[in-house]
T-cell receptor, first 116, second 113 residues
Framework: AQSVTQLGSHVSVSEGALVLLRCNYS??????LFWYVQYPNQGLQLLLK????ATLVKGINGFEAEFKKSETSFHLTKPSAHMSDAAEYFC??????????????WGLGTSLAVNP | EAQVTQNPRYLITVTGKKLTVTCSQN?????MSWYRQDPGLGLRQIYY???????DKGDVPEGYKVSRKEKRNFPLILESPSPNQTSLYFC????????????FGQGTRLTVV
């Protein structure tokens, strides 16, 4: 069975500060890991994904995430927050070896606020 | 432009009045699914389809129906909506199973009064 825990339902940072959104997963098989972003009144957009290649994954809008197997973590970071980064962020996991039956297991989301 | 299109974006309806939310994708994806998003509960999968004429229940299928007669379309049907189906609904598609990464529509905000 797989699960995802996002630590902190709300995170607030100042513009220009480091963004760190935490995601821990549980998986009995090698995982694929994802971060999605949801801007107000919009659908979810894929930010980045880990699929067992490089452990440091770079995504869109300057975000990146590092897969740490020993810590079962996949935290999302951005060196300098911008006002336009204010959104809801979702971490998700799927089983890498589940073939065509694999599905996404979602965290509950973290709302990021960016203060001027 | 590659996209998943849902209609309508907003809908207010009355209890018991059948409605359909349409979803169409132009990426020739095999896999499509429907989610509902509720505060504090996150995203929950309602139904999914692995190909034409192949559909299956997700985590919260009660009160919903789907069909997949064509590869591009995956409508969500509420035959007798109730207030507890008031929610934000998303359609998603992916080349194979969604565990490879999914593309989402813009969402349909449904209110049942």
């Amino acid at each position: 069975a797989q699960s995802v825990t996002q630590l902190g339902s709300h995170v607030s940072v100042s513009e220009g500060a480091l963004v760190l959104l935490r995601c821990n997963y549980s998986s009995s098989v090698p995982p694929y890991l994802f971060w999605y972003v949801q801007y107000p009144n919009q659908g979810l957009q894929l930010l980045l994904k880990y699929t067992s290649a490089a452990t440091l994954v770079k995504g869109i809008n300057g975000f990146e995430a590092e897969f740490k197997k020993s810590e079962t973590s996949f935290h999302l970071t951005k060196p300098s927050a911008h006002m336009s980064d204010a959104a809801e962020y979702f971490c998700a996991v799927s089983a890498a070896n589940a073939g065509n039956n694999r599905k996404l297991i979602w965290g509950l989301g973290t709302s990021l606020a960016v203060n001027p | 432009e590659a996209q998943v299109t849902q209609n309508p974006r907003y809908l207010i309806t009355v209890t018991g009045k059948k409605l359909t939310v349409t979803c169409s994708q132009n990426m020739n994806h095999e896999y499509m699914s429907w989610y509902r998003q509720d505060p504090g509960l996150g995203l929950r999968q309602i139904y999914y389809s692995m190909n034409v004429e192949v559909t299956d229940k997700g985590d919260v299928p009660e009160g919903y129906k789907v069909s997949r007669k064509e590869k591009r379309n995956f409508p969500l049907i509420l035959e007798s909506p109730s207030p507890n189906q008031t929610s934000l609904y998303f359609c998603a598609s992916s080349p194979r199973a969604e565990g490879y990464g999914a593309f989402f529509g813009q969402g349909t905000r449904l209110t049942v009064v």
